[in-house]
């Protein structure tokens, strides 16, 4: 049996696509102006290497994963602008523009911090590239950010239309490819490996029988018994969905994650005991505030601590320990107490250590718990009032406003915080913290 292709939407459902261009380096333009037409390059934790660059940079010729320190001569030469991975304020302005889309569309899908679905109905939208203009200088308006929408039948060719419209000025931000009559080109100019869903792997299985682009592989729907024992029920999927058939409807939210892992390298090489547990320590308070957020609760937690591998080549250089509960919790009290426990049994004197991590899992929702009479790390809800108190807290004037005291107090700058990341090129979290608030600064004329 052949299924044909749909000529037209008789449904009329269609899906947008709205990602935001170069979000990590809008971010940072949204708040200072000046950055506005100049090479920004975003760096990692610990200010490490490139993770994010605006379109100046990439046509500077700065690569993606560009080591700061060895890219540092050239920053200057062609007068990139440095910033470090400012992720309260990038969280928030994807908070906001996620917002200002469900203020807008009926049904959204959040893809990832910067992408998001929505689903359109052409009885409702009649004007699909008309409507796509008014998501986009909306969002712009409330959020200072730039995005490009796609829209399509499918979620697969929605993403097609959102890369080419970012990438070709002439459609000014927007490209609906419901009914376009050119979206045979379009997809004969998309590599297989840019479609969404076809990864490095499936992509030179595809290669291998002479299939380069996405019209190619869109012509295989008149031999589906071929894609499906070759590239499997998701290949099917995708040339389905390239045909203008939806096989996916908006999620209904991200699934609570199975495991809560929370690394970091640390600014300093560490030495002593006590420097590690406050680290681990802190590691810990985020991770459970993660757990709480997704309404889940633990029953097993592990710790691992890196050293240097130079140090001895041939030697161990990752160390770790594991504990699990009784009963499954998110007290964080509880749980810094175990991380610290095992942070003792792992460390070894003398040896230097870079990174530390944290891992929760065993994870259920908090509803889900079996309880123990008997056991005397049972998570009350007492302890999970208190938390929930603490989080709100934390929420509205800003992370760590209430903090354990086994995570450390000291102030931003102080030397005593020896495992805090580097970040030498911090731009002010404007959003989430009053007192880095942006100022705005006139001349009164008479």
Not at 33 to 45: E, F, R
Not at 319 to 334: K, M, S
Request: glycine fraction near 8%.
């Amino acid at each position: 049996m052949f299924l044909k292709a749909p000529t037209s939407n008789p449904s009329g459902l269609a899906y947008a696509m709205i990602d935001c261009n170069n979000f990590y380096a809008s971010c940072e333009r949204a708040f200072d102006p000046t950055l506005i037409g100049k090479p920004i390059a975003i760096l990692s934790n610990n200010d490490g290497c490139v993770i994010a660059r605006s379109e100046e940079a990439k046509e500077a010729g700065i690569p993606m994963g560009a080591p700061e320190f060895k890219y540092r001569k050239e920053f200057k030469e062609k007068r990139v602008q440095i910033r470090s991975s400012n992720y309260a304020l990038y969280g928030d302005m994807s908070h906001r523009v996620m917002e200002t889309l469900r203020s807008l569309t009926h049904d959204i899908e959040i893809y990832s911090i910067d992408e998001a679905f929505a689903e359109l109905s052409t009885n409702i939208y009649p004007q699909l590239t008309t409507y796509g203009q008014v998501l986009r200088q909306t969002i712009f308006k409330w959020t200072g950010l730039p995005v490009s929408v796609g829209i399509a039948p499918s979620k697969t060719l929605a993403k097609i239309a959102n890369h080419i419209a970012k990438k070709n000025k002439p459609f000014d931000g927007v490209l609906d490819l419901t009914t376009h009559p050119n979206l045979n080109e379009f997809l004969k100019q998309t590599p297989v490996q840019n479609i969404w869903g076809i990864g490095q792997g499936l992509t030179i299985r595809i290669n291998r029988f002479g299939i380069e682009n996405a019209f190619q592989l869109k012509e295989t729907i008149n031999n589906r018994k071929w894609v499906r024992k070759h590239l499997a029920i998701t290949g099917l999927r995708t040339v389905l969905e390239l045909n203008g058939i939806p096989c996916s409807g908006l999620g209904t939210g991200r699934d609570s994650r199975k495991g809560i892992l929370t690394s970091r390298m640390f600014g300093k090489p560490l030495y002593d005991l006590g420097d590690v547990q406050e680290a681990v320590a802190t590691f810990v308070s985020r991770a459970t505030e993660k757990l709480r957020a997704q309404h889940s609760v633990a029953s097993n937690i592990s710790i691992n601590l890196i050293g240097d591998k130079y140090d001895n080549i041939r030697g161990k250089y990752k160390f770790g320990a594991g504990y699990a509960l009784r009963v499954p919790t998110a007290h964080t009290p509880t749980l810094i107490h175990v991380g610290k426990m095992l942070t003792q049994k792992a460390f070894e004197e003398g040896r230097k250590y870079k990174k530390a991590a944290v891992m929760l899992t065993g994870i259920v929702p908090n509803s889900e718990v079996q309880m123990d009479l008997f056991d005397p790390e049972l998570y009350t809800k007492k302890q999970h009032r208190l938390m929930e108190c603490m989080d709100r807290i934390n929420s509205k004037f800003g992370r760590n406003y209430a903090a354990f005291a086994a995570t450390g107090l000291h102030k931003k700058g102080d030397h005593r915080n020896k495992w805090l990341m580097n970040q030498n090129h911090l731009s002010n979290r404007y959003t989430t913290r009053w007192d880095e608030l942006l100022v705005a600064k006139t001349k009164l004329s008479l």
